[in-house]
């Protein structure tokens, strides 16, 4: 009887190991890898990528100065699957204010969570950042 509670606990504990340290699958796009990619909008879909340690979306809004104040605002959001967790931070997003725009880098870590359904940043995070980027160009 002990043999066989010790077995178990042992097959619990391989269990438990082998689903914390197994690697994630994250949607890819709109990432330069060897000169080519994969647009989000092509109708094959992201790729699909494996081996994972954690899945990003990246959300970039930039302005450019165009002509004498006229501006050009462009947007470009990708994803990716992040192969070594040096630069990884706990779930969730973080806003990052530029000189001429703002990034938000979501990171996530469950099987294809940057998906492109997900909310990428709650209404009044979006709102608080576009506001700051809108109130520091309104005081230059």
Known sequence: METRRICLY?????GVLTSCTDALSCYECNVFVRTSRRQCEDPKGP???????????VYT???MHNQWQQNVY??????ICMKSNEYAKS????????????IIQCFCYTDFC???????????SALVIISAFLLKKILE
Do not use: H
Not at 74 to 79: P, V, W
């Open 91 to 102: 779930e969730g997003c973080y806003p990052v204010q530029t000189d001429g725009g703002y």
């Open 10 to 14: 042992i097959c619990l504990l391989i």
């Open 74 to 79: 462009n947007s470009f959001e990708a994803r």
């Open 61 to 63: 809004r930039s302005v």
């Open 47 to 57: 790729l699909l990528k494996n081996n994972c340690v954690a899945c990003m979306k």
């Open 114 to 124: 940057n998906d492109a359904t997900r909310q990428l940043v709650s209404w009044t």
